[in-house]
Structure formats: C-alpha cells, structure tokens
C-alpha cells in the first residue's frame, strides 16, 4: 500500500472508531462504514465549439475549448439503504430504494468493461424510474443517464451504495454549451472514485486537485456512456473537453489537446431559444450535400441549423465591429463573441446592454477552464456551496 493508501486507511479507521456505525448496515450500503462520511465535491466546465460543431459528426475536424463556467456535484454517501438525485436547475427530486434496485437485473450491464447503452436498456432504465415511454424532456433523460452509470459503475460492488447526489449547474440546459456532458463527466468521476475504480486526488490541505491522465480516460469513457443515454449519438467532443479542459481538436474520435491555447475573452449570449441537439444533428444528417461539408459559419444556415435570434446577435455585434457565431448544435441555444484584445470596457457594456435588450442573457467569461476536478468545501464559492448544500 503507498504511503497516501496507508495514511487514508489510518484515516478512515480513527473515524470509524470516533463515529460507529451498525456494521450490518455498512455491509447492505456496499462499502467500508468510514466511507459513509466522505462527502465528494466535483466540478466540470461546459464547452464552446470554435468551429466544426455539425462536420465532427461527419468526420471532419472540431475545435472545442472548455468555458469557465462549470457544473458541480455533491455526493454524500449513507446507510439509510436510498440513493436519491436532486437537480434543482431543472427541478428534479428521485429517490430509490437500494434494495429494490439491488434485485433488478443488470446483466445487460455487464458486456465489456465500459457497457455501451443499446435501446432497449434504455427502456429498462425508464420502468426502474416509474417515466413515460415516450419521454424524451431534459429532466427524464438527465435521470436515465444517472440510473445508467449509478447502476452500471456502482454494480460491480458486491451491493450497491446508499447516497445522495446533489448537481447544480452555472451552464443553462439545452443552449450548446455541454451542459449534459458537464453532468455525465462529473456523475462519472464521483462514482468512479466512490467506488475505488480511480483514486481521489485530493490530499490534506489541498483545494483543488486533478485526476491523471489514466483516470481522465475511465471518466471520459464513462461519461461518454452518459451522453450517449442523453443524446442517441454524441460525437464525444463534448465530455472530452468537459473532461480535459482547455482547448481540444477532435477528429473521428481522436483527440488531441492544443499546447497553446488561446486565451481569449468572450461574451456568451444566450438566445434563450431552446433546440434539441439530437434533432438538429438527424436533420443536417438528412439535408447534408456534398458541396456544404466543409462550410463553416455563415453557412451553417444553409444546413438548417440556424435561427433568427442568432442572426440577430450577428447583426448587434457587427455593427461595433466584433465577430460572433454560433456554437454547438445551433438552432437556438447559444452564441460566442470575441472580444478583441485592447476593446474598451465601455464598449463591452454597450454591447452587453444591446444584446440584453434583444431579451438574451449575455455573460463575460473566458475560454481555456481546466477540466473536470475535485474540490474542498472550503475552495467553493458561497452561492456554490449554498446550492450544493455544503454546510
């Protein structure tokens, strides 16, 4: 055992001794009883995509750079045998009995080292939550993806965990910002570490801290899963840079970070419209030509992925002289201006209060975030860790 295994398990050995629990009770719960106090606290950034967000799927080349804005997660795990998900960005309260779930029949589950989700799990996943067949709305499939890796990571214990997840996001759903792999990324390196599939890195004394690149790769596997129960078939840029951070190129899978990311400051404006990126990528599938796949921008409108709000957004920051475009699937959603280096702090006002104006909601933040980590309670902000519940 290393000297970091050695000095946790003396840790979580004084706590059992300072807080016993019923050993039974632990046994049912699936893990160690000192583990039931180890609250994980995880965050990831959302994505914009600089250029290729329809022509990845095709197998061209996408250029994606974390945002700083992030989506955080509290895990806290218990022995009271349920495991409860709150999200109050989209207003969803679930909670299961353990030992109802411990009966089901999860051998669909079992078909290679990271199960890919086929239809009919699917279907399975939504009879366990008591959801509508025909259900297809962010709340449903944010609680299927949940189900899917809680049930599919935690199910090779030898019982499943008793705990609450709480995940409160900065990232507004549905707008092409990466919001659901945000939250896939971050369900799946909590369960990975509360499961000892990965370590935790956050030693004592520390505020914030990374996986490895090894660990990175089981999350971004993981979450890929996740995305792929919200979305039919992601691409995968968006958990990869949820995941890495920085900036990304990505290429029919292959991902490669960029050393020099720009760091650039942006104003993000939301149209406030929402799209389905999953309906948007079938219709460019079935609308595609060959003369338009290597298009870019102002074209993306002659794919039908456009919208007159984000025209709009064009034509307010045109006219002082800045540049913006779209981002993600389009249709709605988002879109990112550039902020020039030197561009007085007046005339981002102005042009912030333009686009207010219009009815958008319009942010300056910048590009480059790191990606997925763990935290202290102590390293998040109040309004964070209010959200969270973080006493």
């Known amino acids: ?13 004084l706590i059992f001794l300072i807080f016993p629990v019923d050993c039974h009770t632990a046994l049912l719960s699936g893990f160690p009883s000192a583990m039931l106090s180890e609250v994980l606290l995880v965050s990831s ?78 279907e399975k996943l939504k009879e366990v939550a008591g959801l509508p067949e025909d259900c297809a709305a962010a709340e449903c499939l ?101 995941t890495w951070g920085g900036a990304l190129r990505y290429q029919q899978g292959k991902i490669s970070s960029l050393k020099r990311a720009p760091a650039l400051q942006i104003l993000l404006t939301n149209t406030k419209v929402p799209r389905s990126t999953k309906a948007l990528v079938a219709s460019v599938r079935n609308r595609l030509i060959k003369e338009l796949i290597d298009m870019n921008q102002h074209h993306l409108n002659a794919l039908g992925v456009g919208h007159a709000s984000l025209d709009r957004l064009c034509q307010v920051t045109t006219a002082r002289g800045l540049h913006s475009k779209l981002t993600g699937a389009g249709g709605g959603g988002c879109g990112i201006t550039l902020l020039r280096p030197g561009l007085e702090q007046e005339e981002v006002e102005a042009t912030k209060q333009a686009l207010t104006g219009c009815g958008f909601d319009c942010w300056e933040t910048s590009i480059g975030a790191p990606g997925v980590s763990v935290h202290s309670a102590t390293s998040l902000d109040g309004p964070v860790r209010q959200a969270l519940g973080v006493l």
């Not at 589950?109 to 009919?120: C, L, R, S």
């Open 1 to 13: 055992m290393t000297s970091q295994g050695s000095r946790r398990a003396g840790i979580r050995t």
């Open 45 to 122: 950034p959302g994505k914009v995509i600089l250029h290729g967000e329809h022509a990845v799927v095709h197998g061209k080349v996408a250029l994606a750079v974390a945002l700083n804005l992030r989506t955080f997660l509290r895990l806290q795990p218990h022995s009271n045998g349920k495991v409860s998900l709150n999200l109050p960005n989209i207003g969803v309260r679930q909670v299961w009995d353990v030992a109802r779930l411990q009966l089901l029949d999860t051998s669909f589950m079992e078909q290679g080292d990271v199960p890919a989700p086929v239809p009919e799990q699917v």
């Open 142 to 242: 944010a609680v299927l993806a949940f189900l899917y890796l809680y049930l599919a990571i935690c199910g090779r214990q030898r019982a499943l965990p008793s705990l609450d997840i709480v995940v409160w996001s900065e990232l507004p759903t549905g707008a092409g910002l990466g919001s659901s792999a945000a939250y896939s990324v971050c369900l799946a390196a909590a369960l990975l570490t509360l499961c000892e599939e990965i370590p935790n890195p956050l030693e004592d004394g520390e505020h914030t801290s990374r996986w490895s690149e090894e660990n990175l790769e089981l999350i971004n596997k993981w979450a890929f899963q996740g995305e792929r129960v919200i979305h039919g078939n992601p691409s995968g840029v968006d958990n990869a840079v949820s």
